[in-house]
């Protein structure tokens, strides 16, 4: 049962991390899902373990990491805006 409330947490942090910066995740579901625990990570190592915890994610943080990490795969992919010339 714990798995699929980690999955759902790092879902949602995706999907608003995704939401916040206007664009759609890659992916649907699991690209949503697998932004929500790169921005965990990311967020936790950049501003430290802070803020409410959830499932295990401390929310601030992972929500920062991930909107991060969006924009980073968005520079660097085409779906970012980059056109080929």
Same mark, same amino acid.
């Given at each position: 049962?714990?798995?699929?409330? &980690?999955?759902?947490?790092?879902?949602?942090?995706?999907?608003?991390?995704?939401?916040?910066?206007?664009?759609? /995740?890659? $992916?649907?579901?699991?690209?949503?899902?697998?932004?929500?625990?790169?921005? @965990?990570?990311?967020?936790?190592?950049?501003?430290?373990? *802070? $803020?409410? /915890? /959830?499932?295990?994610?401390? #929310?601030?943080? =992972? /929500? &920062?990491? =991930?909107?991060?990490?969006?924009? #980073?795969?968005? @520079?660097?992919?085409? =779906?970012?805006?980059?056109?080929? *010339?």
């Amino acid at each position: 049962m714990y798995l699929i409330w &980690i999955l759902i947490i790092g879902g949602l942090i995706g999907w608003l991390s995704g939401n916040l910066i206007g664009r759609d /995740v890659p $992916g649907g579901i699991a690209g949503n899902i697998i932004a929500g625990f790169i921005g @965990s990570w990311l967020g936790v190592e950049l501003l430290g373990a *802070r $803020g409410p /915890v /959830v499932g295990g994610f401390h #929310i601030i943080p =992972a /929500v &920062i990491g =991930a909107i991060l990490a969006l924009l #980073i795969f968005f @520079s660097i992919t085409r =779906a970012g805006g980059f056109r080929k *010339r």
